[in-house]
């Protein structure tokens, strides 16, 4: 397990000017304060990044390169990357698109049931969703639909046409014992929520399930209910 990383003690002219750079119109200068500040309140990498959408690693860097080279080098050294992304489509040309990445390809008449950019691009335009045919240097996958709840939205990490599956499912999984963990640790309130990890609430359901079952089988499989409270009598105890 890597250790924790957090930003050394800031300066109130460095919290002044990481305050005033939340404003900038770089978003990348944003983004760096924002992970810089967060970091400065004690929040571990993993949280800062889940928060803003970036990596473990992204966060690390920036740290650490705050720590090397300085407040001001940190905030103006940027990728060869364009910080600033123009907009092909609007928002409901986006929704659109969405939904037409859910159907297959075959249902326009394409010979594959995988969708790629380029493919995308010319679906898009054809069925007059885009006013020109969006290249593949323009295009973003972008994370689920608005559609989605929060919760949803939240367990989503990959664009649309691309599978996530049993991996996806224990990196949720993971995720979301390891922040309950956290804040029953350090006092926080629970972060229990819907679509989360299985409680032993649901190991008590399984467990009855098992026993109708048995049970079932060893009737010549007559009908035997899982009968029972649905939580478990705990004493009173947490």
């Known amino acids: 397990m890597r250790p924790p990383v957090v930003v050394r003690p800031l300066t109130e002219k460095e ?5 005033s750079g939340l404003g900038s119109q770089d978003r990348y200068e944003v983004r760096r304060c924002q992970i810089l500040l967060a970091s400065d309140r004690g929040e571990w990498a993993p949280h800062i990044a889940e928060r803003l959408g970036c990596t473990d690693q992204t966060v690390r860097n920036v740290v650490q390169e705050f720590e090397q080279a300085g407040l001001d080098a940190c905030l103006t050294r940027g990728s060869s990357r364009p910080h600033t992304i123009h907009r092909k489509v609007d928002e409901m040309a986006d929704e659109q698109i969405r939904a037409l990445l859910h159907q297959s390809p075959r249902t326009f008449g394409k010979p594959t049931s995988v969708w790629t950019l380029e493919l995308a691009a010319e679906v898009s335009f054809a069925e007059g969703i885009t006013a020109e045919r969006v290249t593949g240097e323009t295009t973003t996958l972008a994370q689920g639909m ?15 046409g691309h599978p996530e599956g049993f991996l996806e499912a224990f990196a949720n999984f993971y995720r979301d014992v390891a922040d309950e963990v956290a804040a029953r640790r350090d006092g926080r309130p629970s972060t229990l929520r819907e679509l ?5 609430r649901d190991g008590l359901l399984g467990v009855r399930f098992v026993e109708a079952v048995e049970a079932s089988h060893e009737r010549d499989g007559a009908w035997v209910a899982a009968s029972g409270p649905a939580t478990p009598d705990t004493g009173g105890r947490p």
């Open 146 to 160: 608005a559609s989605l709840s929060e919760d949803a939205a939240r367990l989503t990490r990959v664009g649309l």
């Open 15 to 19: 919290r002044e000017r990481l305050a």
């Open 196 to 200: 989360s990890f299985p409680t032993g």
